[in-house]
């Protein structure tokens, strides 16, 4: 796993967030902080060993965003006791089981994108990511690493599925505060997510007309971390 920091030796809160699929910080470098916060990115899941360099005890507050394979990978973080203390887990555009038939991509689709991984393959893969060419730098990024690298990160997370398939009700390791369904997810099936967070009664909230690539909806961060009010 790598780690992108925004660290500030005062701050009292953390946003730690757990990064899609082959994608790095240009994901969310957008979102404004809130004041005192610190933020850790976390990605690259071709391996889970959860390990930033950071004294969690500083923080007073710890809040949790996952999006997209993030969901997975906080998941088996979560499994590993590894994660602090949280004060909410929050996840996007995703589910703790990433490869399924009903709880979350296709177990057809999935391998049929992992064999199929080349660079033409990759570029419509991105297109649909992020919701065609509007976010030229997300493209950019996601092109920076290389085939090889994407396709061993996502057959980690192949792997790690095979066990759960044929399963509908699968616990979940973490105490996810929400979830953010994207309706024209084309990535993750929006009804899979829905029926995910449905069966483990967590609360869920639909975004109307967003793509698999929902930040372009936020500004801030404090517009998707629950309020603690």
Not at 171 to 186: G, H, R, Y
Request: with cysteine.
């Amino acid at each position: 796993m790598k780690y992108f920091y925004k660290i500030d030796p005062k701050a009292e809160k953390l946003i730690l967030f757990f990064d899609g699929w082959s994608m790095d910080q240009t994901a969310i470098e957008h979102l404004e902080l809130p004041d005192s916060t610190d933020l850790i990115c976390c990605y690259d899941y071709r391996d889970i060993l959860f390990n930033p360099q950071c004294d969690f005890t500083k923080y007073r507050q710890i809040d949790l965003v996952a999006w997209s394979m993030g969901v997975w990978g906080a998941e088996t973080v979560a499994i590993n006791k590894q994660l602090p203390e949280l004060t909410s887990a929050t996840a996007i555009a995703g589910t703790p089981i990433p490869m399924h038939d009903k709880l979350g991509i296709p177990r057809r689709m999935f391998i049929a994108t992992l064999k199929g991984i080349s660079e033409e393959n990759r570029k419509r893969f991105n297109l649909r990511m992020c919701g065609g060419k509007a976010h030229r730098h997300l493209l950019k990024s996601l092109e920076s690493r290389t085939t090889q690298e994407v396709r061993d990160e996502l057959d980690t997370v192949r792997q790690a599925s095979m066990k759960l398939q044929g399963e509908d009700f699968i616990p979940s390791n973490l105490d996810w505060t929400k979830a953010i369904v994207p309706e024209k997810d084309l990535i993750i099936p929006p009804e899979n997510q829905i029926y995910y967070w449905q069966s483990h009664q967590i609360p869920f909230i639909k975004i109307e007309g967003a793509e698999h690539y929902v930040f372009s909806n936020y500004h801030k961060w404090s517009d998707i971390i629950p309020s603690k009010d």
